[in-house]
Structure formats: structure tokens, C-alpha cells
């Protein structure tokens, strides 16, 4: 394919590794990567080959597993929502994947492919302890553990949780659930925290911790920046200046007219738009790098544009370099600024954007 236009997003594999290793730091035994969803955006086969030395990777899907599993034939890859139907046991034994069980049926499931099943499957146990999602209650954990143990085919490895609010201010609701976890009489080893959870200490007695978006260098928390947490930003998105004009005093700029100059003011015309990801929620002001000066998005996102405010920028043409977000524009500022996370950003672009890869760090 051709790419001439000026839009691509370059994944920094060097910082992607640093954050993984801050997450090591945080965690008292081993880390699994997690790399569900394209690892977030971040396209799973490089993100993958730059982690191939953490201690196990996490994805949602056998799908997404066995992907993985052709390159990297020895790395424990755990599927966090385990079987959706049969065949999925059947590959998780052939591919040597560890899934997790959170509901009765999958169970059933298995037993529909048993005969086809030569191989032991490690799995993990899911417990809700306070997210009501997905997983067995806590006073339920006992006798699935007795029926997992029955099984022949299935191997309990450890007991797993999942955090509703490990990212606030307040982390009583999270030690709650931990506390509704721990409380649970059985000696397997166990697995509770996301970035959120690992970067607040929330993991000391985790066997194995799952960091998911602190590796992207994005942070989990509202209250704090990635910068204060030590990580590095991974995804930077540009594009460039295609139109620079004037508007004057009381003219409007886009669709709706919502950015009214409140003096003549003048407009960078950028190519990115929600055709390529940027969010389309972005208000007025989201920030926006334009030839390596802060700059205001000016008027609504458009499919292929947008509209910046450049009147206090220096030495901008046609063709100036813009970064949306990366090392300059904090990626959770930009998602601030569009009422959403980071978690969807990086998610939301689409394949019009090319990737590129580097190692600089
Ligand atoms: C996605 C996911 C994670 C990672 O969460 P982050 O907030 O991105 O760190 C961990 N555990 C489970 C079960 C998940 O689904």
C-alpha cells in the first residue's frame, strides 16, 4: 500500500519494554503482559516479539491465543474468558493454552469434547468478588474447585480476580474485594491485579499480576499522570498541516459552528479526523502539538480533518508536523478532553493508520 499521507502512528517498542519493567518492579513475583484487542491497538505481533521475555502473555480469546502461540511456542499464554464452546477446549489442549473458568457451562463444554482431549488443561478460576461481571461467588469457589478437581482433563493452577475500582482515589471498594478474595479457604496460588491495582500495591501476594494499559504508557488513574508514574508513552499519532487560513473575528470553523473566533484567529487544518481514531467527542481546547508548540483544537472533528487554533504558534506552513498524541500530548489528556480513556483511544484507531515500529530509548 501506498502511504503518502502524512498520518501514521509509531509505536516506541523501547519504552513498551520499560514499562513492562516498571510493572516487574511493582509486582513480587511474576508479571503476564496483557495483549488482548491487538495489544490495544498496538498491533500484538511486534508488541508481542518486544515481550517475549516477560514471564506469560494475556489475551481474551482463544483466537487471539493461537496467533500467538505459532511464533512463541514455550510463553504460558493465559485466555481470560476461557472456552465459548467446545472446540475452544480442544485447541486450548492441542496449543497448550491456560483458561480460565468463570461459569459452569464451559464445563459442560468440555465435557462434550473430553474423548477428543489427550492432554491436561492448566486453567484458573475466576472469583467475582465485588466487579459482577463474570465468575463463580465466593461461597460457590469451593465446590467448583471440587469440580474442576474431578476432572481428568483439567489441571487448577490458580484462583483468579478481577478489580471494579482499583483506579480510584479511594481503594476501599478494592480492598474490600480483596478481602472478600483472600477470605476464600484454599491454598492455590492466586492472580488479582491490573496496571491500576500493581502501580497502587495492591499485588502483594499475587503469584502472577496482569498489566495491561501501564505498559502502553498510558496511566489507570485519573489522579496521576503516566509521566509521575515512570512510564513512557508508546503510541504517538501525527499527521500534518494541509490548509493554514484566517478567520476573523465572529466567523465559525466546522461542522455546527461551534469554535467561534473570538478574534481573528488563525486556523491549522490537519488531516486526521475519526476516520483514522481521533475522537470525534474532542472539545474545544483538546490539546494539540502543531510544529512542536502547544496548540487548541478549534471546531468539531471531521471524518478526515481538524481544525486547530494556531494564532500563538510559530513558523507554521503547509505541511508542519502535528503530533496528537505521544511524547508531548499526554494521550489521557487527550481522552480527558473527549470524555473517554485512553483504553479506547488506542482501541479506537482504525486501519487506515499505519504503524511503524522503532526502538529509540
Ligand atoms: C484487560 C484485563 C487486565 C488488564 O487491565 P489493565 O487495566 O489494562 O491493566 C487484567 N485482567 C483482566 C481479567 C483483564 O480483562
Given at each position: 500500500m501506498n502511504h503518502t499521507r502524512a498520518v501514521f502512528a509509531e509505536i516506541n517498542l523501547s519504552n513498551l519494554q520499560h514499562n513492562y519493567q516498571q510493572a516487574k518492579q511493582h509486582s513480587p513475583n511474576q508479571v503476564y503482559a496483557v495483549i488482548k484487542a491487538d495489544a490495544y491497538g498496538h498491533g500484538v505481533m511486534l508488541v508481542a516479539e518486544a515481550l517475549k521475555h516477560a514471564d506469560g502473555l494475556a489475551v481474551a480469546c482463544v483466537d487471539e491465543a493461537l496467533k500467538l502461540r505459532t511464533e512463541y511456542p514455550k510463553l504460558p499464554i493465559l485466555v481470560l474468558q476461557g472456552a465459548y464452546c467446545g472446540e475452544d477446549w480442544r485447541l486450548a489442549?492441542?496449543?497448550n493454552l491456560v483458561m480460565v473458568v468463570h461459569h459452569p457451562q464451559q464445563l459442560e463444554w468440555l465435557n462434550e469434547v473430553d474423548s477428543y482431549i489427550y492432554s491436561p488443561i492448566s486453567v484458573?478460576?475466576?472469583v467475582n468478588t465485588g466487579m459482577n461481571r463474570i465468575g463463580a461467588r465466593p461461597e460457590q469457589v469451593n465446590a467448583a474447585i471440587t469440580q474442576i478437581s474431578a476432572l481428568p482433563k483439567l489441571k487448577l493452577d490458580k484462583l483468579m480476580t478481577h478489580h471494579s475500582s482499583s483506579d480510584e482515589v479511594n481503594l476501599e471498594a478494592a480492598q474490600l474485594q480483596l478481602q472478600n478474595f483472600y477470605n476464600i479457604n484454599c491454598d492455590l496460588p492466586?492472580?488479582?491485579?491490573?496496571?491500576?491495582a500493581i502501580l497502587s500495591g495492591l499485588n502483594a501476594k499475587d503469584d502472577v499480576s496482569r498489566a495491561g494499559i501501564m505498559l502502553y504508557g498510558s496511566s489507570p488513574f485519573a489522579h496521576k499522570s503516566a509521566m509521575s508514574l515512570n512510564l513512557k508513552p508508546v503510541m504517538?499519532?501525527?499527521s500534518q498541516v494541509i490548509s493554514l487560513h484566517t478567520v476573523k473575528k465572529g466567523e465559525a470553523v466546522g461542522y455546527g459552528q461551534r469554535f467561534i473566533a473570538e478574534k481573528d484567529?488563525?486556523?491549522?487544518?490537519?488531516?486526521?479526523?475519526?476516520?483514522?481514531?481521533?475522537?470525534r467527542h474532542a472539545v474545544d481546547g483538546t490539546p494539540v502539538f502543531v510544529n512542536d508548540q502547544p496548540c487548541k483544537l478549534a471546531g468539531r472533528v471531521s471524518m478526515d480533518m481538524i481544525t486547530v487554533d494556531v494564532s500563538e504558534c510559530e513558523g507554521v506552513n503547509v505541511g508542519s508536523s502535528v503530533e496528537l498524541w505521544?511524547?508531548?500530548?499526554?494521550?489521557?489528556?487527550?481522552?480527558?478532553?473527549?470524555?473517554?480513556i485512553a483504553y479506547e483511544l488506542f482501541c479506537r484507531l482504525t486501519p487506515r493508520?499505519?504503524?511503524?515500529?522503532?526502538?529509540?530509548?
Open positions: 489442549s492441542v496449543h484458573w478460576l475466576k492466586t492472580s488479582t491485579a491490573n496496571s491500576a504517538g499519532l501525527y484567529t488563525q486556523i491549522a487544518v490537519v488531516a486526521i479526523g475519526y476516520g483514522d481514531g481521533y475522537p505521544g511524547e508531548q500530548v499526554s494521550v489521557d489528556e487527550v481522552a480527558r478532553h473527549s470524555q473517554t493508520v499505519p504503524r511503524c515500529y522503532t526502538y529509540i530509548g
